[in-house]
C-alpha cells in the first residue's frame, strides 16, 4: 500500500480468531486446561485470539453456560452441581489467561447477558401471555403465575455482588408453575414496564429469547452488570468480548456496557456481538447504531456458504455477494457454523477471521 510520499506502507495485519470450543466438549471439567496446553502451538501457527466459552456459571454441572445462572461465579463456588463450571474452575481459567498473555495472545469472553436460568425460587408475579410469533400482541388477561425468577446465589453470598434478583428484575418468563403451562408470559409491574424497545423487531418484538428475561430498563439490573463487566475486566486478563444474543436485550444499554468497559480500557478492547439474522440491511443499520468500534459475526455469508454447499453448480466467486464482509468489511467477522447445530451439521472448521 502507498504512502502520500510514494513509500510502500505495510498493510495492517489480518488478526485471526479461533472459537476454542464447541457445543460438544465432553462435561469434564478439563477444557481450560486443554486449552491452555494447546496455546502455545496455536499461537505459532497464527492464531492470535482465543474465543473462549462462557466461563460463568451455568444451570447445572454440563450446562455450555448460555444457560446462565451467575455472572459472578466462574467456576468459584458450590452451586448448581459442584465448584467447577463445565469447562473447569477459575484457578484454572486463571492459569490459561495467564499463559494466553505469555504466548501473546488474547481471550475473548463469551458474554450471555440477555436472561438467567435455574432460579433458586419461585415468585408470585402477574404476567399475561403474548403471541409467540408477535410479542406486540397479547392473547390473554393479567393473572398470575409463578415465576421461577428468585436469584439467590446461596453459595457465593455477597461476595463481589450483593444483588438479588426477585420478578421485578425481568420481563418475561416462558413458564408457569402454578398452571404447569408452557407459554411466552410479558411480566407486569408499573406502567412503563414492557419489553425492551432498543430490540430486533422480529416477532414483533425480539426482547424475549429463553429463560427469565433481564429486564435493563430496571435500574439495579443495569448497575449489577455493569458492576459485573467491570470486576471482570479486573479479575480476568481478557482482550475483548463476544455478546450472545445481541438482537434480543437493549442496544441501549448494550451501547451504555461499552462505554464503560471503554472507561477502564480505553481502545484495548475488541467487541463483537451474535446478531444472528439473514438481513445484511439488519445488520448494517445496527452497526450504526452501536458505532464503529462493534463488530458482527457476518451471518449472510454463512447463509452463502451453507447454500453453495448444497449447489452443486454454485459459482463461489459470488459467495461474498451480500455479505457483511462486502458492505461492512472493517466490522464484519467472518463466523463458524451457528453453535446450536446438531453435530452432523457443525462440520466446517470453529475459526473466525477478523476482515
Request: charged residues 30%; hydrophobic residues 35%.
Amino acid at each position: 500500500m502507498g504512502g502520500d510520499n510514494g513509500e510502500q506502507v505495510p498493510t495492517p495485519e489480518n488478526m485471526t480468531m479461533m472459537q476454542a470450543f464447541e457445543w460438544y466438549v465432553p462435561a469434564d471439567q478439563k477444557h481450560w486446561k486443554r486449552i491452555e496446553s494447546q496455546l502455545p502451538q496455536l499461537k505459532a501457527f497464527g492464531i492470535d485470539n482465543f474465543w473462549i466459552p462462557p466461563g460463568c456459571k451455568a444451570s447445572c454441572s454440563d450446562g455450555n453456560g448460555y444457560d446462565i445462572y451467575d455472572l459472578y461465579d466462574l467456576g468459584e463456588f458450590d452451586q448448581k452441581g459442584g465448584e467447577g463450571t463445565k469447562w473447569g474452575n477459575k484457578k484454572e481459567l486463571l492459569s490459561l489467561t495467564a499463559k494466553a498473555k505469555e504466548v501473546g495472545a488474547g481471550i475473548y469472553w463469551d458474554a450471555v447477558l440477555n436472561h438467567k436460568a435455574a432460579a433458586d425460587h419461585k415468585e408470585m408475579c402477574r404476567a399475561e401471555e403474548v403471541n409467540s410469533e408477535d410479542r406486540t400482541q397479547t392473547v390473554s388477561e393479567p393473572y398470575e403465575i409463578d415465576a421461577w425468577v428468585g436469584f439467590d446465589f446461596p453459595g457465593r453470598g455477597d461476595k463481589y455482588s450483593s444483588q438479588k434478583y426477585h420478578w421485578y428484575h425481568f420481563s418475561g418468563v416462558d413458564y408457569d408453575d402454578k398452571t404447569k403451562k408452557t407459554a411466552i408470559f410479558k411480566i407486569l409491574g408499573d406502567d412503563t414496564k414492557d419489553w425492551a424497545e432498543s430490540v430486533d423487531d422480529e416477532k414483533g418484538n425480539f426482547d424475549y429469547l429463553m429463560f427469565a428475561d433481564l429486564d435493563y430498563d430496571h435500574p439495579e439490573v443495569k448497575e449489577d452488570v455493569i458492576n459485573w463487566g467491570k470486576w471482570l475486566s479486573k479479575e480476568v486478563d481478557i482482550a475483548g468480548i463476544r455478546f450472545d444474543a445481541v438482537k434480543h436485550f437493549s442496544e441501549d444499554f448494550l451501547r451504555e456496557f461499552i462505554v464503560k468497559m471503554d472507561e477502564i480500557k480505553g481502545d484495548g478492547w475488541f467487541f463483537v456481538g451474535e446478531f444472528w439474522k439473514d438481513s445484511l440491511d439488519d445488520m448494517s443499520e445496527y452497526l450504526l447504531r452501536m458505532g464503529t468500534k462493534f463488530s458482527l459475526f457476518d451471518a449472510p455469508l454463512v447463509h452463502n456458504f451453507s447454500a453453495m454447499s448444497q449447489t452443486p453448480e454454485a459459482d463461489l466467486r459470488k459467495v461474498f455477494d451480500g455479505s457483511l464482509v462486502q458492505k461492512e468489511p472493517i466490522n464484519a467477522v467472518v463466523s463458524p457454523p451457528n453453535r446450536k447445530l446438531s453435530r452432523n451439521q457443525q462440520t466446517a472448521a470453529d475459526s473466525s477471521r477478523h476482515l
